[in-house]
């Protein structure tokens, strides 16, 4: 599985960014697509994640200002990101795995978001 981000870029305070992951390879086996952050100085931590079945779940931080979705047809995941803070600041990483998997198995190369105050 090959993922690929897209849709980062510098935004200011209160504004809003799409971010795209389009999935090619063996992509009818992702049960679970992801996004996670990893801001400067910081570790990468989670923000959503989204099941072939449609169930979401958000970290604490982005409840109420992000929205994660998938388009099945287009083997694609995108995080709809509103109300942005500059604490929102992070390379934006999509991740994928099978059921089978514990843990995220497959990485796409990150996209740069930058929040300005």
């Known amino acids: 599985v090959q993922l690929q981000a897209s849709g980062g870029g510098l935004v200011q305070a209160g504004g809003s960014l799409r971010l795209s992951c389009a999935a090619a390879?063996?992509?009818?086996?992702?049960?679970?697509t992801g996004w996670y952050r990893q801001a400067p100085g910081k570790q990468r931590e989670f923000v959503a994640s989204?099941?072939?079945?449609?169930?979401?779940n958000y970290a604490d931080s982005v409840k109420g200002r992000f929205t994660i979705s998938r388009d099945n047809a287009k083997n694609a995941v995108y995080l709809q990101m509103n109300s942005l803070k500059p604490e929102d600041t992070a390379v934006y990483y999509c991740?994928?795995?099978?059921?089978?998997?514990?843990?995220?198995?497959?990485w796409g190369q990150g996209t740069k978001v930058t929040v300005s105050s």
């Open positions: 991740a994928a795995k099978f059921s089978s998997d514990v843990s995220y198995k497959y």
């Open positions: 390879g063996r992509t009818e086996n992702i049960y679970t």
């Open positions: 989204i099941t072939n079945w449609g169930t979401t």
